[in-house]
């Protein structure tokens, strides 16, 4: 069974730090670029941060720069999201999601729409408040 499964998620204070995983299973992760989204209540989900297959290309959205790191463990079939110095706003459901390397030849992980990406994790909560 094809699926991506996010994990890590929680409550924590501001200025805590998460480190959320999107496992692979049924499928290889080196073949895919991942994209890490979130959805706050009331609010559109938005891409925050990708990596690409191959040169690992990143991208970081202008909200998460220099707070989150993602990272990638082909051994381990898992994507990691390292957030650190959080705050209330990033309060949201985070869901990680995986495109096809062939749509990533030509392509920045930063260009391609939520549409092309192929597989979806299920979401995590993340919460941080006081």
């Known amino acids: 069974q094809v699926q991506l499964v996010e994990s890590g998620g929680g409550l924590v204070q501001p200025g805590g730090s998460l480190r959320l995983s999107c496992a692979a299973s049924?499928?290889?992760?080196?073949?895919?670029?991942i994209g890490w989204f979130r959805q706050a209540p009331g609010k559109e989900r938005e891409g925050i941060s990708c990596i690409s297959s191959g040169d690992g290309n990143t991208y970081y959205a202008d909200s998460v720069k220099g707070r989150f790191t993602i990272s990638r463990d082909n051994a381990k079939n898992t994507v990691y999201l390292q957030m650190n110095s959080l705050k209330p706003e990033d309060t949201a459901v985070y869901y990680c999601?995986?495109?096809?390397?062939?749509?990533?030849?030509?392509?920045?992980?930063?260009?391609?729409?939520?549409?092309?990406?192929?597989?979806w994790g299920q979401g995590t909560q993340v919460t941080v408040s006081s």
């Open positions: 049924g499928f290889t992760l080196d073949y895919y670029g």
């Open positions: 999601a995986a495109v096809s390397k062939r749509l990533l030849l030509f392509r920045l992980c930063v260009t391609i729409s939520e549409s092309e990406y192929e597989y």
